[in-house]
């Protein structure tokens, strides 16, 4: 048995994020297995910047409301309980809605993400 204490938790880095996203890490796998958990918490309005996963992303919102969109498809209002896969080197974007702070759990296997423009407000609105 292993036993790990909690890092501490990040800011978001803004190449990746527009507003206010703090990260805590929860696990990575040992190798064999490349997987990475992380909760990611969302101030409203905050969001990830375009991007893509190898081996596809699972999001699991934990609290709060959240909007997700795949390039090229409608944005997805999330509430608590939503499970949203985004399949390998699918590009898209999630964060919280515009009034609400958003929790979700994020599980990747495999290279970190590929990071491409931030989401306009436009975009975020849905224009």
Same mark, same amino acid.
């Given at each position: 048995?292993?036993?790990?204490r909690?890092?501490?938790t *990040?800011? @978001? /880095? ?9 990260l805590?890490?929860?696990t990575? &796998? ?9 909760a990611v918490?969302f ?14 992303q699972t999001?699991y ?8 969109? *795949?390039r @090229? /498809? ?6 608590p309980?939503d499970?949203?896969?985004?399949p390998? &080197?699918?590009?898209?974007w ?10 979700h ?6 290279a970190p993400a ?6 306009t407000?436009?975009e975020y609105?849905?224009e």
């Open positions: 048995m292993e036993i790990s909690k890092p501490p *990040a800011k @978001g /880095q803004a190449e990746s994020f527009t507003g206010e996203v703090w805590d890490p929860i990575r &796998g040992l190798p064999p297995s490349e997987i990475n958990v992380a918490h101030t409203p309005g905050a969001r990830t910047a375009w991007h893509s996963h190898n081996g596809g999001l919102v934990t609290e709060g409301r959240g909007r997700v969109q *795949a @090229g /498809q409608q944005i997805v209002e999330l509430h309980g499970v949203v896969f985004a390998d &080197g699918e590009e898209h999630h964060g919280a809605a515009p009034d609400h702070f958003m929790t759990l994020s599980i990747t296997e495999g590929s990071w491409g423009p931030h989401v407000d436009a609105q849905g």
